[in-house]
Each structure stands twice: as structure tokens, then as C-alpha cells.
T-cell receptor
Framework: ETGVTQTPRHLVMGMTNKKSLKCEQH?????MYWYKQSAKKPLELMFV???????ENNSVPSRFSPECPNSSHLFLHLHTLQPEDSALYLC?????????????FGPGTRLLVL | EDQVTQSPEALRLQEGESSSLNCSYT??????LFWYRQDPGKGPEFLFT???AGEEKEKERLKATLTKKESFLHITAPKPEDSATYLC????????????FGQGTILTVHP
């Protein structure tokens, strides 16, 4: 157990649905990340939050909307997704300021868009 | 643009048959090279961080090494429980917090 939890673990949604993914870290870290992992492709960074402020947005479509209400929680709000958005969505956290910080990952949410 | 390439894509070993996984990187101002292990249906599990060429780190049957262009993950006398996907990632000096990942090597160890 890495101290990063994600819910739900599995999600099936239609293209017109709205859903949210939740991530919580219990490591006392100040930075949180969303990644997308598709089959046969490397992990793609989507968003980075540091001290609840978004510091990086990797050209992600607006149908993905992140929210970081505090340093322990991170959400990814989903609406009008496309089938190609089906993937494993991973949350990670790290503690900046201690050299090159290591990112610790949650178990992921497996998303299927029909 | 930062790039990380892992080889081979897949590796099948017999139990006890040692081998190495390769991670080649092109990163501006490398600040860290990371190795993760990922089991099916789970998130990546941190293994090692290497910071500078010549550095080596060990954990049980795994040893990671780093040169100026590539990193190796050596697996000595592997066991079936070492079967997993091994991911390499590099952090450059440009973007905040951004790790560039390779596509991974799927390792299968047969008893």
C-alpha cells in the first residue's frame, strides 16, 4: 500500500454522462498529479498541482476538469467523454523541495467509455 | 523534447536466468532516473531513483545502473513473482514535476 488511494477502481460511462474520479493521499505530500495510461502507450502526464495550485496542464481536452481542494485530495471531473478516453487513470503525489522528489502512485481507476 | 525508450518490449525468462532491461533516455538536464514496477490492474510501484552517471542501487534481486545515455535494470536469478511490467521514467530540468515515461518492458518469469 503506497498511501495513495483512488475511487472508484472501475467506471463505465456513456458519452453523455458526467462522473468524477477521486484521489486521496495520506503521505503528507504537497504535489499531486493525474496521469493517463492507455494500452501500448507510455504514461501521459495530464495535470500537476502544487500546494493546491495547478502548475502544469499538458494540453488536455476541456472535457477533463481537475480540482484540488486541498493538498490531500484531487479530483478529475469527466463530461462528454469519447471512447478513445478509455484508459487507466492514475493519481500520484510527491513532496517537492527534497531534492528530486519521487512520485508515488495510486492503484488507478479503469475507465471504459461506451 | 525529452524521450525515454525501453527495450525489449517483452522478455521471457526461465526461473534463475539472469538478464537486463534497457532504458535509453534523451533528457535535457537529467535530474533523476526512476524505475517502477507495475503489476496488472495496479498502479506503478516505486523501485529506484538514480541521480548521476555511475550510480548503482540494489534491492533484492534487482540492481539499477545509470550512464549518461541509458539505465539498466539487472535481474539476478529471477523468480516467477518478479513477473511484471517494469517502467523507466526520467525527470529533466525544464517542466515542473514532469516525468517522461518509457513504454515499459513486460517481464515474464517461468518456473
Amino acid at each position: 500500500e503506497t498511501g495513495v488511494t483512488q475511487t472508484p477502481r472501475h467506471l463505465v460511462m456513456g458519452m453523455t454522462n458526467k462522473k468524477s474520479l477521486k484521489c486521496e493521499q495520506h503521505l503528507g505530500h504537497n504535489a499531486m498529479y493525474w496521469y493517463k495510461q492507455s494500452a501500448k502507450k507510455p504514461l501521459e502526464l495530464m495535470f500537476v498541482y502544487s500546494l493546491e495550485e495547478r502548475v502544469e496542464n499538458n494540453s488536455v481536452p476541456s472535457r477533463f476538469s481537475p480540482e484540488c481542494p486541498n493538498s490531500s485530495h484531487l479530483f478529475l471531473h469527466l463530461h462528454t467523454l469519447q471512447p478513445e478516453d478509455s484508459a487507466l487513470y492514475l493519481c500520484a503525489s510527491s513532496q517537492p523541495g527534497q531534492g528530486v522528489e519521487t512520485q508515488y502512485f495510486g492503484p488507478g481507476t479503469r475507465l471504459l467509455v461506451l | 523534447e525529452d524521450q525515454v525508450t525501453q527495450s525489449p518490449e517483452a522478455l521471457r525468462l526461465q526461473e534463475g536466468e539472469s538478464s537486463s532491461l534497457n532504458c535509453s533516455y534523451t533528457v535535457s538536464g537529467l535530474r533523476g532516473l526512476f524505475w517502477y514496477r507495475q503489476d496488472p490492474g495496479k498502479g506503478p510501484e516505486f523501485l529506484f531513483t538514480l541521480y548521476s552517471a555511475g550510480e548503482e542501487k540494489e534491492k533484492e534481486r534487482l540492481k539499477a545502473t545509470l550512464t549518461k545515455k541509458e539505465s539498466f535494470l539487472h535481474i539476478t536469478a529471477p523468480k516467477p513473482e518478479d513477473s511484471a511490467t517494469y517502467l523507466c521514467a526520467a525527470k529533466g530540468g525544464t517542466s515542473y514535476g514532469k516525468l517522461t515515461f518509457g513504454q515499459g518492458t513486460i517481464l515474464t518469469v517461468h518456473p
